[in-house]
């Protein structure tokens, strides 16, 4: 339960952070370091930060930024298995 609350916090957060990011872009103005969005959805918002990338239309076209995402969603992905079937 706790986790499940954690795991969606930190989903908004990620959420916010890149649309943040997005209007900074747009703004030209300093910008969310990348290596900040990445911590976020490595510590469990990789689902806020696909949607995010989506909806905002946001880092879609920087294949660096989209494969080390690809990987932070493996990571959680296989994670998620090992659990599962652990159980």
């Given amino acids: ?4 609350l954690i795991l969606f916090t930190l989903n908004i957060l990620t959420f ?3 649309g943040v990011d997005k209007q900074l ?3 030209n103005k300093r910008r969310i370091r990348e290596n ?4 976020f959805s ?3 918002g990789f689902v806020g930060a696909f949607l995010a990338m989506f909806i905002f239309r946001h880092k879609i076209k920087k294949l660096s930024f989209i494969l080390v995402q ?4 493996i990571v959680w992905s ?3 298995l090992f659990f599962f ?3």
């Avoid at 339960?1 to 499940?4: G, I, K, P, V």
């Fill in 42 to 44: 490595f510590l469990g």
């Fill in 25 to 27: 872009a747009l703004k």
């Fill in 16 to 18: 916010i952070l890149f």
């Fill in 70 to 73: 690809m990987g932070i969603f």
């Fill in 36 to 39: 900040t969005l990445h911590t």
């Fill in 1 to 4: 339960n706790t986790l499940l």
């Fill in 85 to 87: 079937f652990k159980q």
């Fill in 78 to 80: 296989a994670s998620f």
